[in-house]
């Protein structure tokens, strides 16, 4: 069993197409550790979203600032910028299914002496803060 952490997929599904592939990934037996980011800047943010919610419990996810900025856009707390690259996410017939899966990754995951963070903790901090 191998445990491998990936860093921000920004929508760029080809290119995580090409990692698992490259790692010889068996989802029956390895784990991806994703550190959010999972969407935008890249043109595959759906397809990205499908096939990491697909792995199930093979897949950890925590959530990164961009994941959070598709969230307050579907909730309609702010809009899109024009850089984003969010549009498929937000107008495909699964975005209720795929962005409640998504709203319930955590900030951070804790296992067997590890802490999967998207953008670092405070030194001062211990895991039970980190978790509140």
């Known amino acids: 069993m ?3 952490a990936i860093g921000d997929v920004q929508g760029c599904v080809q290119a995580l ?10 989802p029956a037996s390895d784990r991806l550790w994703f550190v959010g980011d ?20 093979s897949a ?11 969230l307050a856009v579907w909730a309609k707390i702010t809009t899109l910028s024009r850089k984003d ?3 498929s996410v937000l107008s495909a017939p699964d975005v209720d299914e795929l962005l409640t899966w998504l ?21 001062s901090w211990s895991i039970s803060q980190v978790l509140e």
């Not at 709203?103 to 030194?123: K, M, N, Q, T, W």
């Open 2 to 4: 191998s445990t491998y």
């Open 17 to 26: 197409h090409r990692l698992i592939e490259k790692i010889h990934f068996n």
């Open 38 to 57: 999972l969407v935008n800047r890249g043109p595959d943010s759906l397809e990205v979203l499908r096939l990491i919610k697909q792995l199930g419990a």
């Open 60 to 70: 950890i996810t925590v959530l990164g600032n961009h994941d959070l900025h598709l």
């Open 85 to 87: 690259t969010l549009q």
């Open 103 to 123: 709203r319930f990754r955590p900030l951070a995951h804790v296992e067997d002496g590890y802490c999967l963070v998207h953008a670092g903790l405070l030194p």
